[in-house]
């Protein structure tokens, strides 16, 4: 079974506006490799040259903090969610959608 | 200009008429604005002003730009000077293009000299920065909400929200119900009771989550991504956090515009501490002080100290941390400005460091006692600390030193209240009050009859 990478708004432009992405990445190294053949471009706004992840961008297993569960060292498990979030989120209010009945904007 | 008025800022602005609230006439408007536009603290790439706070090419987080000639060329010093003592006469070097939608009281709290504590701690110049009676909610999260919220209604929203410690909950839910928003509020479940109590007394819809702030914040990240909102200190983050410069401004120009050569601040998100400073360069680079070099020491309690940690070992880099301390208001971490403030506190020739829960109490107490100032968890951090460093010798005790209390003491009673020692009760006799009170030290009730009476002595002696 494969992970789940979840994709923020601002990296959809990325992702063909996919907010979810599925891998069978055995690592976090293995994960911006396969995103980076997928969609090419993407890795460069997600980690160093050497894979080191940026400095503001967050990456969540389910809910941890993959920096707690060994960061790149911590292998995927079969059913993964990833969430990739920046540590201060935003850049998104002019394309977020609406709850329903939400009278907003 | 109506005369008079809570805003009669002065005849050279023109005068803005809210149909919507009737009597808030605010004279703020015409080209008051001088925002230039968002800047990524990192790359450097520039962004037009909307409601964003990353940037899309690092993620970095993005800083308000202004335009300084002009405010230097249009702007006097005396012109500030005039203004009522609110945050807004700084407005020149806030992020809103129109009048406060809401706080328009916020700010200009008391500066403080504190002898008694300075004796306590052994300085010569100590002053409290008393945030403490911040309106409306008693902490500096009042000044940050007034911004973010204002610029809410300018870009149009009508929900806001926030992820909180405790403090900007209550702030954001107080000044939502004063702008008329509809309000989403997420905290930690396990927050003090008197903070959950002073955010649902406003109305707010207070979303309790099973799970530290940095999980509750992950979740905000979240919903922030998906629904229009303005959250303050997500999408709104670049204009909330401009607010905390006012805290800066009020103590350079309360010193008669001039900076503390040393400042104590306590550090959650970290973003406080580095606005602090952006302010002090804002006054230097408006020639409105001479100098600005202050030393800036990070406080932080040892069981969440990410960035006091790094700032220690001398690097700018953040561990995250798994949060395990009674001071829940600075409980970050995984603190969002951590790199700037550890890179800001080294540069300026300053440090951090952390205390424990109990020297936190210890700090709450001494403040108390020697200044009659009641700070809430996070300003016995900063106490805590001050003793600390100076008896390290790391924060010269000849030099001025600003203490920055951010929030008031009767929202964290639980942290104290196990400490005091409980008032007998007699009966209304003399002699009962003469046996029972009179052969006790002075500061009957506050102290265990084998300590040391008088607290700055007691200090001295810890």
């Known amino acids: 079974m494969p992970i789940t990478i979840h994709i923020p708004p601002p990296l959809r432009k990325y992702t063909n506006g996919a907010d979810a992405v599925e891998t069978t990445a055995g690592n976090l190294n293995e994960l911006f490799g396969e995103l980076d053949q997928k969609f090419p471009g993407i890795k460069k706004v997600l980690c160093t040259e050497d894979g080191t992840p940026l400095r503001f961008l967050n990456i969540y297993v389910n809910d941890e903090d993959i920096r707690f569960l060994g960061g790149a060292q911590y292998n995927f498990q079969d059913g993964d969610e990833v969430l990739l979030i920046p540590a201060i989120a935003g850049g998104v209010s002019q394309r977020a959608s609406q709850p329903p009945g939400d009278g907003n904007r | ?462």
């Open chain 2, 1 to 462: 200009m109506r005369s008079g008025g809570l805003f009669s800022f002065g005849a050279s602005f023109d005068k803005i008429i809210n149909p919507s609230r009737p009597g808030c006439e605010i004279a703020y408007g015409g080209d008051v604005s001088y925002i230039a536009h968002l800047k990524c603290r990192q790359c450097g790439r520039t962004y037009k002003i909307e409601p964003i706070a990353a940037c899309e090419e690092c993620w970095a987080p993005l800083e308000v730009v202004y335009d300084y000639d002009r405010i230097r060329a249009e702007v006097p010093r005396q012109t500030v000077e005039s203004r009522p003592p609110t945050m807004w006469r700084y407005r020149e070097l806030l992020p809103l293009a129109n009048a406060p939608w809401v706080g328009r009281s916020t700010g200009f709290t008391p500066l403080l000299p504190a002898p008694r504590l300075a004796s306590a701690l052994g300085a010569r110049e100590v002053y409290l920065k008393n945030d403490a009676v911040n309106y409306p909610t008693l902490s500096f999260k009042d000044r940050v909400v007034a911004v973010a919220l204002s610029k809410a209604r300018e870009f149009g929203f009508e929900t806001v929200g926030c992820s909180s410690t405790g403090n900007l909950a209550n702030s954001v839910a107080a000044q939502a119900a004063a702008g008329g928003f509809k309000t989403f509020i997420f905290v930690p479940a396990d927050l003090e009771p008197e903070k959950l109590i002073n955010t649902r007394i406003y109305g707010a819809t207070l979303v309790k989550v099973r799970g530290n702030y940095d999980q509750v914040n992950r979740l905000c990240s979240e919903v922030s991504q998906k629904y229009a909102w303005g959250m303050v200190n997500v999408n709104l983050r670049s204009y909330y956090s401009e607010g905390s410069k006012t805290f800066g401004y009020e103590i350079a120009e309360q010193l008669g515009w001039r900076v503390p050569q040393n400042i104590v601040v306590p550090m959650a998100g970290g973003s406080l501490i580095t606005k602090i400073n952006k302010a002090f360069g804002e006054l230097q680079k408006l020639g409105w002080i001479e100098l600005a070099a202050t030393k800036f020491f990070g406080a932080q309690a040892t069981g969440c100290s990410p960035i006091t940690t790094a700032a220690r070992n001398g690097t700018y880099e953040i561990t995250p941390q798994k949060p395990n301390t009674l001071v829940k208001s600075l409980a970050i971490g995984n603190p969002a400005d951590g790199f700037y403030a550890a890179k800001m506190i080294l540069e300026s020739g300053g440090t951090g460091d952390d205390v424990s829960d109990a020297e936190v109490v210890e700090g709450i107490r001494l403040l108390a006692e020697t200044e009659g100032l009641f700070a809430e968890t996070a300003g016995g951090v900063t106490v805590a600390v001050a003793r600390k460093l100076i008896r390290l010798g790391r924060l010269n005790p000849k030099e001025s030193i600003v203490l920055a209390i951010t929030g008031n003491g009767l929202k964290t009673v639980g942290a104290v209240s196990g400490e005091l020692k409980e008032a007998e009760v007699i009966r209304p006799r003399l002699a009962e009050f003469e046996e029972l009170y009179l052969n006790v030290p002075a500061a009957a009730g506050a102290w265990p009859a084998t300590s040391l009476t008088d607290p700055i002595s007691r200090a001295r002696a810890l």
